[in-house]
T-cell receptor, first 112, second 114 residues
């Protein structure tokens, strides 16, 4: 089985711009979660989508949003980028319950 | 509230030494799951083990072993005869039952010196 894929792998944006990150889960997985990883805050949960519905949401401002498509692929959008949004964004896929989460390679976003 | 503490920020060992990574968690749930992940320099989190709160049996997988003790809320990870390829950041994580929202510790950076 192919693993979790994320595109793009690297992004450079400037403050005020918006960005969309994409995640394709492992085939058959219906849950997709997003995490932000920074040196200062560590790994923080953004949100989880299951069957196109947001099931859980972390403590992030509304500039961070996501969606999931019928094929389970997910996108994450960050609007009005700030310098502090520079981070590694990791996507994970899993099953229905508390399933093992399998992570993708991440998208490294740099905001200048 | 859920919380995971990995007090060891960085550890260095010489190859072939044994090393134990500590993980202490807090939760009010009676049912929960614990995980360990490895993050090599490439950045991808690699799954190592999942344990549910009902199963306190220790587990061994090759050079890796895990010690789960509910009485002390700890889920420690031991690498026996460490190798250079074990150099990575290791994360412990906690999730509530039937939830895919993970709470991660701050990670322990392990360096194995040849």
């Amino acid at each position: 089985k192919a693993g979790v894929t994320q595109t793009p792998r690297y992004l450079i944006k400037t403050r005020g711009q918006q960005v969309t990150l994409s995640c394709s889960p492992i085939s058959g997985h219906r849950s997709v979660s997003w995490y932000q990883q920074t040196p200062g805050q560590g790994l923080q949960f953004l949100f989880e989508y299951f069957s196109e519905t947001q099931r859980n949401k972390g403590n992030f401002p509304g500039r961070f949003s996501g969606r999931q498509f019928s094929n389970s692929r997910s996108e994450m959008n960050v609007s009005t980028l700030e310098l502090g949004d520079s981070a590694l964004y990791l996507c994970a896929s899993g099953g229905q319950g508390t399933d093992t989460q399998y992570f993708g390679p991440g998208t490294r976003l740099t905001v200048l | 509230a859920q919380k995971v503490t990995q007090a060891q920020t960085e550890i260095s060992v010489v190859e072939k030494e044994d090393v134990t990574l500590d993980c202490v968690y807090e939760t009010r749930d009676t049912t929960y799951y614990l995980f360990w992940y490895k993050q090599p320099p490439s950045g991808e989190l690699v799954f190592l083990i999942r344990r549910n709160s009902f199963d306190e049996q220790n587990e061994i997988s090759g050079r890796y072993s895990w010690n789960f003790q509910k009485s002390t809320s700890s889920f420690n990870f031991t690498i026996t005869a460490s190798q250079v390829v074990d150099s990575a950041v290791y994360f412990c994580a906690l999730s509530a039952y039937f939830s895919n929202q993970f709470y991660f510790g701050t990670g322990t950076s392990l360096t194995v010196i040849p």
